[in-house]
């Protein structure tokens, strides 16, 4: 008998065919003569009938619980009546392991729920979340070596700041102090100088105090760095990665959006060129909005929402005071108070991701640092890429949970992630 994964039944591939599907019972109801199982694998879920008649499976089924794992044999039949389309007509139903009274129920808390995250993961939704996850990932991946990236793996240990500031988790290290790192950054600086074009996806960790439906403690960085280019390359590349990610996923994962009931029509709309407005003009945008930002200021959550409902779709913010951004960002040599970075800012989410040209003039650098107080020697590394062979080169950080929560119409970041890390929220 042939062994299938559910989707192949919904996909209308078993039709009339003797299916075996393993998998765990998502929901179970008693009739008289009938029992109703929703069995649930990685790729679907799947109505199952078993007949009273059949002595052997019916026994079997009724001492099945929820979450009961088992092995399912019989007919696949399309019926209108069941969810997906399809049904087994059960033949035989054998228990792997017997599940007891599982604790989630349809009245618990979110806080419980949360608390028993290692088997809400089994729910539909985090199930096709987790699956939608690793398909962004690999269109990412696809787009990077599209473009000739080389991926590469920096360390989670830092000796110094990366930036800097109230973010960073300290930890013992034997018998020093090192952080965990808030960005990959100054390491793929590093690498251009032999790799050229490279990117990494990999944990960044910030001590966000804040607890908002962006902010996470630890989050996957899709970050990238590369030589011989500027802000229009950036910006270019930026959104090519973006265009490709939401085609290849409006291509793919209709079924999942469709369960999930997330929109994914806007995907659709996510074509180049982006908008770009300047730091000066979403200000100006900001203020005709009533908003008392001025110049100077930067852009909180809030404003960004607001900048964004005009546009409906990505689009970047640029050319932003220098006085805002990390000693490493370079200024504009017409306009010193100018750095360039860029953000690129989504509907309903704000900032997704922060880029922008490199500073790879030495002085220019250390003067950065002075200006913001770091100690240039705590640098010495990072300067002596400008000392050898420096070129002018452009970089990018994007939250992949941000992502996905846009994508996805997630209400909240920590559904965008298997093991959630916040200021409460470590177990399990
Ligand atoms: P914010 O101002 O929204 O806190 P940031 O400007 O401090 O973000 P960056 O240092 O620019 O963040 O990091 C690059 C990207 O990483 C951000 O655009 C965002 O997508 C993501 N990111 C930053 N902090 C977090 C976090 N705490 N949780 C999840 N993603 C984050
Ligand atoms: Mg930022």
Known sequence: MALVKISEILGGDCTDKQVSVRG???????????????????????????????????????????????????????????????????????????AEVFPIAKDKSEEFIRDMRHLWLRSRKMNVVMDVRAKVLEYSREYFRKTCF????????????????????????????????????????????????????????????????RHLTEYWHMEAEWPFADMNDLMKFEEGLMEHICKRTAEDCQKEFAEL???????AQVQVPFPRITYAEAIDRLKA??????????????????????????FFVYDYPK?????????????????????MMVPRIGEISTGGQREEDK??????????????????WYLDLRRYGTVPHVGFGMGVERLLVWMLDLDNIIDAIPFPRTTRRFYP
């Open 24 to 98: 765990w019972v998502y929901r179970k109801r008693q009739g008289k003569e009938l029992i109703f199982l929703v069995v649930r694998d990685a790729t679907g879920v799947i109505q199952c009938t078993v007949k009273k008649a059949n002595a052997t499976a019916w026994a079997e089924a009724e001492k099945l619980t929820i979450e009961s794992s088992l092995t399912l044999e019989g007919v696949a039949k399309p019926d209108t009546r069941a969810p997906g389309g399809y049904e087994i007509a059960a033949e035989a139903v054998s228990i792997i392991g017997l």
């Open 323 to 343: 006085a805002i951004k990390a000693f490493y960002c370079k200024t504009r040599r017409d306009q010193p108070e100018i750095a360039l970075s860029v953000d």
């Open 261 to 267: 009931g997330a929109d994914i029509s806007k995907l």
């Open 150 to 213: 080389t991926e590469v793996s920096p360390p989670m240990f830092i000796s110094a700041a990366v930036e800097g500031g109230s973010t960073l988790f300290g930890l013992k290290y034997f018998d020093q102090t090192l952080y965990l790192t808030q960005s990959s950054q100054l390491y793929l600086e590093i690498l251009i100088y032999s790799l050229e074009n490279v990117y990494c996806i990999a944990p960044s960790f910030r001590a966000e105090k804040s607890r908002t439906i």
């Open 363 to 380: 002085d220019q650098l250390i003067q950065r640092m002075k200006e913001q107080e770091l100690k240039p020697e705590d640098y010495e």
């Open 289 to 314: 909005k009533n908003s008392a930002l001025k110049w100077g200021d930067d852009l909180g959550y809030e404003d960004e929402k607001l900048l964004a409902e005009e546009f409906g779709k990505p």
